[in-house]
């Protein structure tokens, strides 16, 4: 995300401070608008008064929940201090506000793996699949699948994805790992092999090598 610092150009010294409050303050009595509000906390935050530049940004949003500036800066602060909970209701708010900006959604992400908040994460995930940012969403999907294991769902993802996009390794790869989870060897080695196709990686190579040795195994037994 950009700095916050970088949306608060109001810096000087006390007197411009004093200017500048005074200013937003006298805008905000006429207008009675959020984006005075938000100015004057920028005022605030640039100053080094950041508890007062929260609490007129949280009015900012109270008023107009699409102020998109707003929500930015509150996530800037709340993750500065590690106020997680804080910085999901901006984030939450931003992923709907900008769906196109995966800087948001991944940051979202991050956190709510954090607080191991998995079904929000899910949910986060699944808001995206039929979006721009498609790829992103169904690995992380799979991913997540794979990690709480229910490799059944991420591969009911993979498999329409990966005939959309065949060209995708890494999608491979995900699919091998659910397939090898659920003890289908061969559908196992066939997704492996694909991605190694697409791009060599050693640990896949060694996957694929351990699945002929237990569809070998296998075979013997039979």
């Not at 900006?101 to 991050?110: D, G, K, R, V």
């Not at 995930?125 to 997540?144: G, P, R």
């Not at 659910?178 to 896949?204: F, G, H, I, N």
């Not at 694929?208 to 569809?215: A, D, E, G, Q, T």
Request: include cysteine; proline fraction near 3%; charged fraction near 25%.
């Amino acid at each position: 995300m950009k700095k916050l610092e970088q949306r608060s150009p109001h810096k000087g010294s006390k007197v411009t401070y004093y200017i500048l409050s005074f200013f937003w303050r006298s805008v905000y009595f006429w207008r009675r608008d959020t984006n005075s509000l938000y100015h004057l906390g920028n005022v605030y935050f640039a100053h080094g008064h950041l508890f007062k530049a929260t609490q007129l940004w949280n009015k900012v949003v109270l008023k107009d929940p699409s102020h998109s500036k707003a929500w930015h800066n509150l996530v800037q602060a709340a993750v500065s201090k590690e106020e997680w909970m804080q910085a999901t209701t901006g984030l939450s708010a931003l992923c709907r506000l900008h769906p196109d900006h995966l800087e948001y959604a991944t940051l979202y992400s991050q956190i709510l793996k954090k607080q191991n908040r998995t079904n929000d994460l899910e949910q986060l995930y699944l808001n995206y699949v039929d979006s721009v940012h498609k790829k992103w969403a169904i690995t992380e999907l799979a991913l997540l699948y794979i990690r709480t294991k229910k490799e059944q769902e991420a591969c009911l993802w993979l498999t329409p994805y990966l005939k959309e996009h065949p060209q995708d390794a890494y999608g491979w790869r995900l699919l091998g790992i659910s397939y090898m989870k659920l003890k289908k060897y061969p559908k196992a080695l066939e997704a492996l092999q694909e991605s190694y196709r697409l791009y060599a990686d050693t640990e896949v190579k060694s996957w694929i090598v351990k699945m002929n040795r237990r569809l070998e195994q296998l075979k013997n037994t039979n």
